[in-house]
């Protein structure tokens, strides 16, 4: 569970964006009322709720209910226009009430907002602090935004993108506001009184200009990295020519040298581009970077013992996959888990090939330790014990492989044949009678079912596959033989 969350310096970024950025920028309630789609669900369903903020007598306008309210909403003009507060944004935490000196405001039920004539939707400028233009511009902000932060640098998760998403689009709209009003104030701040800009304005002035400037570079990083991704998807499914690769190696490597971070998986994606481009150099340099920042890429390290290999470094080659098995980690969404397998059966591999079968035993039994009931692993365990007379533990490795997807017919024939050659007639039966129902065609598999059962003393049993067999291949003399030498027998075999 914990290795899907993000990093704790991401976390922390979130938390500070959340639950300070947006709280200072749109209010206390911001991000609810703006991304969350929770809160424009109820906004929606509080236009058909009879429960109101409502004006019981007279009112002096003084305002100290707007003062008091959270939500920013112009609670004594609402009062003054309505009669009860409309906007969807009120929470009914009653604030405004605790804060009437005159005790003319309090919680009531009236005619939904929906069903009233002249429904007050079409005030909008005097019931919100932006008008329709502005929210309609932050609304395409926003949508614009979204996809530029979301997985930027591979660090920025759904939630984080989403606040500087909003923060972004909010910024925006308050930038367009410094150009075009002559006086204009924020959270009590001045920004600017007659026409010029005070203090205040000319340090929102420059946030907001490197807000844009890093936006711009995101989307510029971002659209290089989607790119050059696509390309790279298709490269891995054989639908790209060399064109799209050189295409995808200029948009990784544009991503790389203008952004602010350098993600180890683009870089990986890059050095796997450069080595199907044939450049080995290049990509065993940008694996060993891989490495350098993150020791537990099990897929960079797998690919560096590759590449080691192909160049006839065969102890490079034996080093980085076993450093694999030490080092390298199970990451989620990613192909690390194959690249330990990998490198497990790649390091047994090249033990045998020195007749070192003692090492190769125990490569395999480190993969899996590290992946524990891999098939393929437990299938070459069981090779490897079958080669060493362990015929005990090749029976047990076969039979965990047939148990976790490893091919059946394949397991089931091994099994068969060790159980034979260990004198368990009866263990080998039920796996032979498994293959011919898979494959009741094969007079070779109906030569030894025969053979098994007339070891068994099911001489009936035997005639019968035998029969099939000769009908099956008629050519098969050694069916033929053996069918020959048990029909004379007597038939009253015993039971």
């Given at each position: 569970m914990w290795r899907n969350l993000p990093p704790p310096e991401v976390a922390v970024l979130t938390f500070f964006v959340c639950g300070f950025v947006i709280v200072y920028l749109l209010g206390s309630r911001g991000f609810c009322f703006q991304a969350c789609p929770y809160g424009a669900l109820f906004g929606i369903a509080d236009q058909l709720a009879p429960g109101r903020i409502v004006l019981t007598k007279d009112c002096?306008?003084?305002?100290?209910?707007?003062?008091?309210?959270?939500?920013?909403?112009?609670?004594?003009r609402e009062l003054a226009q309505h009669g009860m507060v409309t906007n969807p944004r009120c929470l009914k935490d009653l604030d405004c009430v605790t804060a009437c000196p005159e005790k003319a405001v309090r919680f009531g039920f009236r005619m939904p907002p929906l069903f009233r004539k002249g429904h007050p939707m079409g005030a909008y400028g005097g019931r919100f602090s932006t008008s329709?233009?502005?929210?309609?511009?932050?609304?395409?902000?926003?949508?614009?935004?979204?996809?530029?932060?979301?997985g930027l640098y591979d660090m920025v998760p759904f939630l984080l993108a989403v606040a500087l998403a909003l923060c972004t689009a909010w910024l925006f709209v308050l930038g367009w506001r410094l150009l075009r009003k002559s006086a204009l104030q924020f959270r009590g701040i001045t920004l600017k009184m007659d026409r010029s800009l005070r203090p205040g304005g000319y340090a929102f002035s420059i946030a907001i200009l490197l807000v844009v400037l890093f936006f711009v570079h995101s989307a510029l990083v971002q659209a290089h990295t989607l790119l050059g991704k696509r390309v790279f998807a298709l490269m891995a499914a054989g639908r790209a020519d060399a064109r799209n690769l050189n295409s995808a190696i200029w948009h990784y490597e544009s991503a790389l040298r203008i952004g602010l971070l350098a993600p180890v998986d683009r870089r990986f994606e890059l050095a796997s581009l450069f080595n199907q481009a044939g450049d080995r150099q290049r990509?065993?340099?940008?694996?060993?970077g891989v490495l350098d920042d993150d020791p537990s890429h099990a897929e960079a390290r797998f690919r560096l013992g590759e590449l080691a290999l192909a160049r006839g470094d065969r102890e490079q080659a034996m080093r980085q996959w076993n450093e694999n098995l030490t080092f390298g980690k199970d990451q989620s969404?990613?192909?690390?888990?194959?690249?330990?397998?990998?490198?497990?059966?790649?390091?047994?591999?090249?033990?045998?090939?020195?007749?070192?079968?003692?090492?190769?035993?125990?490569?395999?039994?480190?993969?899996?330790?590290?992946v524990p009931d891999d098939a393929d692993l437990l299938v070459a365990s069981g090779a490897l014990a079958h080669r060493s007379g362990r015929m005990d533990d090749a029976v047990r490795f076969f039979d965990k492989a047939l148990r976790n997807g490893a091919p059946e017919p394949q397991m089931r024939n091994n099994l068969a044949a060790l159980h034979m050659q260990q004198g368990h007639l009866e263990f080998a039966l039920p796996h032979l009678e498994r293959l011919v129902a898979l494959d009741p065609n094969d007079a070779r598999l109906r030569y030894t079912l025969g053979a098994l059962h007339a070891?068994?003393?099911?001489?009936?049993?035997?005639v019968e596959h035998w029969s099939v067999g000769i009908q099956l291949d008629p050519a098969d003399e050694r069916t033929r033989q053996a069918l020959a030498a048990l029909q004379p027998m007597p038939s009253n075999e015993a039971r």
């Open positions: 002096s306008q003084c305002g100290l209910c707007t003062k008091a309210c959270s939500s920013d909403i112009l609670v004594h329709v233009g502005e929210d309609l511009f932050m609304a395409i902000g926003f949508l614009i935004a979204m996809p530029v932060y979301r990509s065993e340099e940008l694996l060993r969404g990613t192909r690390s888990r194959e690249m330990l397998t990998r490198s497990a059966l790649a390091l047994g591999a090249a033990h045998e090939a020195v007749a070192d079968l003692q090492g190769a035993s125990a490569a395999y039994a480190r993969g899996l330790t590290l070891r068994m003393g099911s001489r009936s049993k035997a």
